[in-house]
């Protein structure tokens, strides 16, 4: 177990629509990566919070927004679902932010989300 | 940018066998981080063992080991004594500057009696 929660596990949901992701870092982390997985695109980071604040972007679609609450969670909210999102969408934490490369990142167990 | 290749998508070991997975990277920053992760049949990314650009010797988490060979940038794992339990996705990351990292394809490891 590595400390991060992720929730829900699993979610199916139809195109159009809107869910949200939901992540708990592990106690002192205070950074908050998402990164998308599916079978075509592999292992990708999409955007990633330092206490509170925006700190870097991949490929994140303008679809999808993130932020980071007080409490140090974060919210991965996906809108306009296409059946191309369907993918396993992990979040994981470090403890620093930018300028460590020794930062490791832990994840979570991630959430299935299914598009129909 | 930076690159992450690792070019075995499958691997076959028997149990109690050592294992090398390969992976090579490319960068033009001289302070990176290297990562590898296990992810098992029921999905979680789980981190193995690290290896940063100005460590010296090459890393050991008990049966992983990181061969480190920085003029050929590459960064293979070894597994030694291998389990049915290794049976899993592996993924070689390299991290730049303490940004987000940035995975390799895997490799497939299946491990027989």
């Known amino acids: 177990d590595s400390g991060v929660t992720q929730t829900p596990k699993h979610l199916i949901t139809a195109t159009g629509q809107r869910v949200t992701l939901r992540c708990s870092p592990r106690s002192g982390d205070l950074s908050v990566y998402w990164y998308q997985q599916s079978l075509d695109q592999g292992l990708q980071f999409l955007i990633q919070y330092y206490n509170g604040e925006e700190r870097a972007k991949g490929n994140i679609l303008e679809r999808f927004s993130a932020q980071q609450f007080p409490d140090l969670h974060s919210e991965l909210n996906l809108s306009s679902l296409e059946l191309g999102d369907s993918a396993l969408y992990f979040c994981?934490?470090?403890?620093?932010?930018?300028?460590?490369?020794?930062?490791?990142?832990?994840f979570g167990p991630g959430t299935r989300l299914t598009v129909l | 940018a930076q690159k992450i290749t690792q070019t075995q998508p499958g691997m076959f070991v028997q149990e109690k066998e050592a294992v090398t997975l390969d992976c090579t990277y490319d960068?033009?920053?001289?302070?990176?981080?290297l990562f590898w992760y296990k992810q098992p049949s029921s999905g979680e990314m789980i981190f193995l063992i690290y290896?940063?650009?100005?460590?010296?010797q090459n890393a050991t988490e008990g049966r992983y080991s990181l061969n480190f060979q920085k003029a050929r940038k590459s960064a293979n794992l070894v597994i030694s004594a291998s389990q049915l339990g290794d049976s899993a996705m592996y993924f070689c990351a390299m991290r730049i500057s303490g940004y987000a990292l940035n995975f390799g394809k895997g490799t497939s490891l299946l491990v027989t009696p």
């Open positions: 994981a934490s470090s403890v620093a932010g930018q300028g460590l490369t020794t930062d490791t990142q832990y």
């Open positions: 290896q940063g650009s100005y460590d010296e």
């Open positions: 960068t033009s920053d001289q302070s990176y981080g």
